[in-house]
């Protein structure tokens, strides 16, 4: 039974490896295009946003930034986009477009072209019609453009709408001419967006997932003990996440109204510094439930990060609440699933001596993780952890019931053992 422990233990310890190294270099994906189609009454203008680098991939040329340079490149790359972009009636004939200005500009750490194309239905504004653009999809079929709808009234600067996602599979959306009107729509959408944007790059869930890990023990003179007690750690559970919450939903919202404004390098180099700061809690513990007052601290970075997930879907400055609120209960969501599939079968580790293991080697993962993003977001060296990581994200389902299981034969393990111990009841010999 000796070899069967030990092997439990090695199976836990590889568990906990696979699940915490799920980190992406940032919380979202970076480098996306954004369209955002401002809706008038006789013409409809879209404002792309394009990564230059994958502009310049396309086109087979390096793009530069400067103005000089850009003046030169224009024609090229305006062509080039204008090509590839299509906005017509349902019936299928295409608008005129008319080009304006093209300007570089710097999004949450990368640097996009912005170009504005009028496209003019000869008539007034159809109540639905069709965006399609492929310029970035021609070379990688793994890009995704977001596409928002704003009303060309005089508060357009706060009633920016999702409209949806072109990719490989989606070339074209259509978009109705009340799509920024859409309250219900937007909601659901956002929550959708945030949801995903969340699990597909899970630093934020790390930092999360990393606190949880001494929920269910307890701190006495700097060292963690079991805690015989679930409700206790559920309830310590429920703070930490509440602490989070609380924490990153007052950045995303003064970040999103432009009450704050901060450059994002620094902001995801401090998220990186939070797993790291809840690692070193989780080896040893700073305080008496720390991990909250950590949670609390480090979820106001966390939340001017979030809202770099907005400059990618084209929204930024200018999100309705509508859009804002449903964002932020997507990411709330995400954060009590991943929490709900993983705390039941880390309170049944706590329970044995396994955990001791996994807990440590939990952590340790988390700090070399946390190290390689520092690395990577100052420009020193690029993350060396990113196939796996990449691998991770995508099967955190597979994961999360492999953790479930290895918490149910360590537990069975430990029943077994317990019986042995006390032995049979007198008279069974």
Partial sequence: MNILRRLTFGVACLAAVMW????PALAHEPGTTAIEVQVGTDTVTAQLDIPVGKLGDALDIEIDTDLFSLSQQRGLITTYVTDHLEVSGVEGAEWAETVGQLTAINIDGVMHLRLLVAADPSSSVPDEF???YDGILA???SHEIY?????GGADAASNAALVGVIDSDTP???VGADAAADVGATFTSMISRGFEHVLDGADHLLFVLVLLLPASLVAVAGRWHPSDSSRRALQRVALVATAFTVGHSITLVASALG?????????????AVSVAVAAVHVLRPFVVRGEEAIAGAFGLVHGLAFSGLLDDLGLGRSTSLASLFGFNLGIEAAQLVVIAVTFPALWFLSQTRAYRAVRVV???TALAASGAWIVERL?????????????TVDHLGLIGTMLAAVAGVTWSVKAAASRRVVGPPEGLH
């Fill in 20 to 23: 915490l190294a799920a980190a």
């Fill in 130 to 132: 069709t965006v399609g």
């Fill in 139 to 141: 070379t990688d079929d």
């Fill in 147 to 151: 596409v928002t709808a704003v009303d």
């Fill in 172 to 174: 074209t959306l259509t």
């Fill in 259 to 271: 009450w704050i404004t901060l450059p994002s390098r620094p902001v995801e180099i401090l998220v």
């Fill in 362 to 364: 939990g952590a340790s």
């Fill in 379 to 391: 420009d020193v060296a690029v993350n060396p952890f990113s196939p796996i990581e990449n691998a």
